[in-house]
């Protein structure tokens, strides 16, 4: 369960130490795009070091390795996968890649002693991707999926514009994907560091369409997606008056029962508790 | 041979290494006098880990912590090789 | 001889006792008689004109530092000093700039200028004089201090330069209108009321001013030259709010907790510092006042942009400002009748009767070099003992508000911001409340008030002795260095107390 997943430049050292204090959910030390080529033995080097600082981090450590296309991405395995970080992000990522992954993770695991199972989230950034979406939200290890809208309008040969027109369906197929897998989708990032009403106006269409958190690629952006993809006050209130009826018909014994005139059956139930959790999760009142 | 490698970016720092005829280490850094044996323990640990002693450091400073100074060497080191 | 805060400093001065000492001398306190007024003032025909007739060995010679990085008085008043080799120069200026470097080098080299008195200084002429090669003592003050000694007599001024932007004909003057104007003339009004000669410098000369803050009666000179140095340089760039995401989050987080505190009120008054974080926490503020629909007393000191926008918004009732930061804020200076000016005595002299303004402050927001587990702050020197600033209204507003917060970030370059011990006083801990930084948050002990009100916070909150302890998992223990064994200088507190000594650099 994540609101924020923060971009951090793998090979920036200030970035890195300092990418705790942004209360981001989640952190992604990228390897691939922020990094460049002549310097990406550099930042393996120093993402290992970073990751070697602490024996837990407070956020969930993500590393966006290089897309399995490239001669990169062995390396970056070999160097980071540790008990230190919890997912691997991958680029371009197709039921096959992630099969292939699959393996490769196995086998580090197992060699290196790691003491967790180390997750997978795959990027939708091609045409080709979204079509299988299904197939990739079942694969092993994947614990949720990023849209990568830059790269994907690239693909679709469409321009990306802040309504987001261009990527609904993409949304809506990760995300219903996604459901169906009990997974989360994750909304591609919004670009305009500085428009924070933008921002808020691109959250609202991605929760609306099912996305349940959004990538950032500037810690300022954090504080909004952190608040935009928790529960509201009102969904929690709402949460604590379904838990207290079922606590009440579960004591009265009683079969069905209501709440403000509608019947509560088992998936009202569920995503009322769902609600509780994440507030327990986020330290939300 | 030689390698070099980091930025001179706020707590960053750049390591050269070069080959040499004894062990040479140089700092010049922007926190010296706060942190120059630390600096130096690092980099010491570091090339013993590496099992390279005949070797001279440059370490440019920019007020990078261990982890920092500890990368790029190893980077350089591998680049020089 | 050690003083309260167990500091060395010079024997034949007054040590540092505690932050309301001086509410025990207050019959004490006696105001020298102003300077006698006149009517008459004299048009000096050029510099050479000021100089033959009125400047020797000697004397002490103030200058106010409005122009900030703009200024063109002073450094053309010392570059004549020292082409006509004058000696012995006690330079009395309230602030001293990067732009003054050249001059003010030279003239010390030449022991043209031998002693300063200062509240602010920063540029190459630190190094020069950490490196001893000032005849004298360098004192630095604070604005209030600075009015305080000035008034009593404990500085006494030979010869005060004004520079002004706008001059007319019976000798008042003005910084708020002219081609370099700067603003309120605040730091200069002790030095126009008690000086023993003053000379109005001006590039602007008009027939009668209808608004103005230097009062001719008190003017003996006056000199016109073509220009007085370029108001473009008065916006020094900290004046400005920063963008680094880390700053924000700080500036978020301060925000937060003073909510927390119930500080945000109907009728509160407040002052930042001139730094890119403080300014950032007012602009949160703002937004939780337009949200809360809070509308709050006053804002005041150095004015700001910023706060010039609160005060048309509404948000605020007036402004009380000693210096403009901006050229936005010399616009309204001049037009908004709510936009009053406060000299430096009225700011921050302890002695200001009935209370100086900063004794009527809810809320103070600050910035800090080093803080220590004692919550002393300095803001006078790096920690490598050079001077880099000084207390300028720090220790004042300290003293005067109900809350002071200081924002930082925790580490500055692998430097822990917060020490055992700080390099050099400025502001004592006890008047230290709050230390907000990226990574946590800690209260004076003292304030069990605030304590208490925090208890349920979510906020990081945690005694400073962690968060020092958490810097040092960060970047590793520093090294204690020694610092420089001569006392080259005085860190002189708002009561005429010595609260530490300036050493030299190694």
Known sequence: MRRSLLFIPGNNPSMLQNSDVFEADSIIIDLEDAVNITEKDSARNLVKS??????????????????????????????????QIDAIMLPKASSQNLAKLDEILTEIEGKNHLTKRIKIIPIVELASSLIEVNSIASSKRVDGILLGAEDFTSDMEVYRTKEGKEISYARSAIAVASVANHIEAIDTPFTDVNDFIGLEEDIKNSLQLGMKAKAAI???QIEIINRMYAPTPDQIVWAKQIMAALENANKNKLGAFSVNGKMVDKPVIERASKILKKAEIFNID | MIGIAGTLESNDCIITIKDSDKLEITIESIVYDYFKEQIEAVILETLKEYKLDCVSVLCQDKGALDFTIKARLITAIERMK | ?????????????????????????????????????????????????????????????????????????????????????????????????????????????????TNITTNYLNGKSSELIGHNQLKGLIVLETHGGRARSIESGDLLIDLAIIAASCLDKKGNATGIIGKNACGVLGYAIPDLHYAKKVVVISDTLVDKLDKYEIDGKYVDYC??????????????????????????????????????????????????????TSLAVASYIKKEMIRLNV?????????????????????FDHLEDVQCFD??????????????????????????LPNPVVNDLDLVVLGATEIDLGFNVNVVTDSFGK????????????????????????????????????????????????????????????????????????????????????????????????????????????????????????
């Open chain 1, 218 to 220: 500037h810690p300022n």
């Open chain 1, 50 to 83: 970073y990751l070697n600082t602490k024996k837990k981090f407070n956020s969930e450590m993500i590393v966006r390795i290089n897309g399995m296309d490239t001669k990169y991405y062995q390396d970056d395995l070999n160097s980071i996968v540790s008990d």
């Open chain 3, 327 to 352: 050229l936005d804020a010399v616009k309204s200076s001049l037009a908004d009748k709510n936009h009053l000016m406060m000299d430096a005595s009225k700011y921050a002299n302890p002695y200001y």
């Open chain 3, 1 to 113: 001889m050690k003083n309260s805060l167990n500091r060395e400093i010079l024997e034949g001065y007054r040590p540092f006792k505690n932050s309301n000492d001086y509410l025990n001398h207050k019959s004490e306190y006696q105001k020298m008689n102003e300077k006698s007024q006149s009517s008459e003032v004299i048009f000096l025909k050029d510099i050479d004109d000021l100089f033959n007739n009125l400047i020797k060995d000697n004397m002490t010679i103030s200058f106010h530092h409005h122009l900030r990085n703009g200024d063109g008085v002073m450094n053309l008043i010392i570059d004549e000093l020292t082409k006509r080799n004058i000696k012995n120069i006690h330079l009395a200026s309230s602030g001293i700039f990067p732009n003054n470097d050249i001059s003010l080098i030279k003239a010390i080299e030449n022991e043209t200028i």
């Open chain 3, 387 to 506: 001077i880099i600033g000084g207390s300028g209204g720090h220790s004042d507003t300290a003293n005067g508000a109900k809350i002071t917060m200081i924002t930082t970030s925790l580490i500055r370059a692998r430097i822990p911001v917060i020490k055992e011990h700080v390099t050099t006083i400025s502001t004592p801990g006890e008047d230290v409340d709050i230390l907000v930084t990226d990574r946590g948050i800690a209260i004076n002990p003292k304030r069990n008030d605030l304590i208490e009100k925090l208890k349920d916070s979510k906020l990081n909150i945690m005694p400073i002795e962690k968060l020092l302890d958490l810097a040092h998992s960060i970047t590793g223990v520093p090294k204690k260095i020694e610092l420089g064994d001569r006392i080259i200088g005085l860190v002189k507190y708002r009561d005429g107390t010595i609260i530490d000594s300036i050493r030299n650099l190694k």
């Open chain 3, 223 to 276: 000199l016109l030259v073509d220009s007085i140095g370029d108001s473009k340089g008065i916006i020094s760039g900290t004046t400005n709010i920063t963008k680094d995401p880390v700053g924000l989050k700080i500036a978020r987080d301060a925000t937060k907790l003073l909510l927390e505190l119930g500080v945000i009120k109907d009728g509160f008054s407040m002052q930042t510092g001139a730094g890119g």
């Open chain 3, 295 to 315: 509308k709050g007393s006053f804002a005041s000191g150095g004015i700001t942009s910023y706060f010039v926008d609160m005060l048309h918004e509404g948000l």
